[in-house]
Nanobody
């Protein structure tokens, strides 16, 4: 049973920064990829960014240049550094770990950006 625990969410003013963490109960190299998704009220879940085992990243256009995904394999932890935050970034952010036949999800952490 793989567990992913997000932390670091909170309330921040527009233009501010937050750093989200995702602590996994298993080695990150055992997964095909790690990623962050978000879901705002009344909207579909959106893929924010994915990082492969080889380090390749793919960001949704709205966060390019502002968000950065990184990982610390020794700590089994994935991070999402979010800079220049905008009110439209407000959402619950979820960490995901992709295995061959199953995707694992964290419980989510709320990010609220005030105007």
């Amino acid at each position: 049973q793989v567990q992913l625990v997000e932390s670091g969410g909170g309330l921040v003013q527009a233009g501010g920064s937050l750093r989200l963490s995702c602590a996994a109960s298993a080695s990150l190299v055992s997964f095909n990829a790690m990623g962050w998704y978000r879901q705002a009220p009344g909207k579909q879940r959106e893929r924010v960014v994915v990082i492969t085992n080889g380090g390749l990243t793919n960001y949704v256009g709205s966060v390019k240049g502002r968000f950065t995904i990184s990982r610390d394999n020794a700590k089994n932890t994935v991070y999402l550094q979010m800079n220049s935050l905008k009110p439209e970034d407000t959402a619950v952010y979820y960490c995901t770990a992709r295995a061959d036949l199953y995707d694992y999800w964290g419980q989510g952490t709320q990010v609220t950006v005030s105007a």
